[in-house]
């Protein structure tokens, strides 16, 4: 089985081909993604690592949707000072369909 490590979005993620991922919201453009900041890749006993990332390596993705995740609630309080606020965040996201794993 081959996988990689990958960053996008500010996140490493670890993926495999036939793997659906949810990333932070990309640019709107196309079908497919190419992530190129590989850092790891693994099949079977060979394992090649980056220094920091491997290059000519990356990871062809197919855009699945887009959507928002879940609502989160921040609510800052202060004692004694009648101070609240309340405020609702939804981050945005893309998903992928992982399809394979291109080695340098």
Avoid: C, N, W
Wanted: glycine share 12%; no cysteine.
């Amino acid at each position: 089985m081959i996988y990689a490590v990958v960053e996008t979005g500010g996140k490493q993620y670890k993926v495999s081909p036939g793997q659906t991922i949810e990333v932070e919201k990309l640019p709107a453009g196309g079908e497919t993604v190419e992530l190129d900041r590989v850092y790891l890749i693994a099949d079977g006993d060979k394992v090649t690592v980056g220094k920091p990332t491997i290059e000519g390596a990356k990871v062809i993705a197919s855009v699945v949707g887009e959507g928002k995740k879940d609502k989160i609630i921040v609510y800052k309080f202060k004692a004694k000072v009648r101070y609240r606020r309340k405020r609702g965040h939804r981050q945005p996201y893309t998903k992928l369909a992982i399809k394979e794993i291109v080695v340098g």
